[in-house]
Nanobody
Framework: QVQLVESGGGLVQPGGSLRLSCAAS????????MGWYRQAPGKQRELVAV???????NYADSVKDRFTISRDSAKNTVFLQMNSLKPEDTAVYSC????????????????WGQGTQVTVSS
C-alpha cells in the first residue's frame, strides 16, 4: 500500500515563494516518475512538473523558469520550489507517482496525494 503525504501549501502574496513536499511511504524499492499536478476552481487538472528516476524533468509552460522540481530518491520524496508566484497559480496541488517497484514487482498504477491548497493573493 502506497501512501503520499504532502506538505507546504498555504497563503502567499504575489511574487512570494512556497516549497511543497511529498513523501511516499510503503514497501517501495524505487519510483520511476514523481510529479505535481494542480487544479484551480472551475478548471481541469493540469500537469505542473514531473521528475523521472533518470533525472529528466518536464514543466508546464506557465511555470517554466519559476518552479523547480527535485527529488530525494533515497527518501522517496519529491519537492516543488515555487518562486515568483502569481494569482493564477492558485490551485490545489496534488502529488503524483507512478512506476513503483515493490518487492521486485513493477506497479504501473498512478497514485495521488490528498492535495494541498496554494493561494496567491494580496
Amino acid at each position: 500500500q502506497v501512501q503520499l503525504v504532502e506538505s507546504g501549501g498555504g497563503l502567499v502574496q504575489p511574487g512570494g515563494s512556497l516549497r511543497l513536499s511529498c513523501a511516499a511511504s510503503g514497501s517501495i524499492s524505487s519510483i520511476n516518475v514523481m510529479g505535481w499536478y494542480r487544479q484551480a476552481p472551475g478548471k481541469q487538472r493540469e500537469l505542473v512538473a514531473v521528475h523521472t528516476r533518470t533525472g529528466s524533468t518536464n514543466y508546464a509552460d506557465s511555470v517554466k523558469d519559476r518552479f523547480t522540481i527535485s527529488r530525494d530518491s533515497a527518501k522517496n520524496t519529491v519537492f516543488l520550489q515555487m518562486n515568483s508566484l502569481k494569482p493564477e497559480d492558485t490551485a490545489v496541488y496534488s502529488c503524483y507517482v507512478t512506476g513503483i517497484v515493490s518487492g521486485g514487482v513493477f506497479d504501473g498504477s498512478p497514485y495521488w496525494g490528498q492535495g494541498t491548497q496554494v493561494t496567491v493573493s494580496s
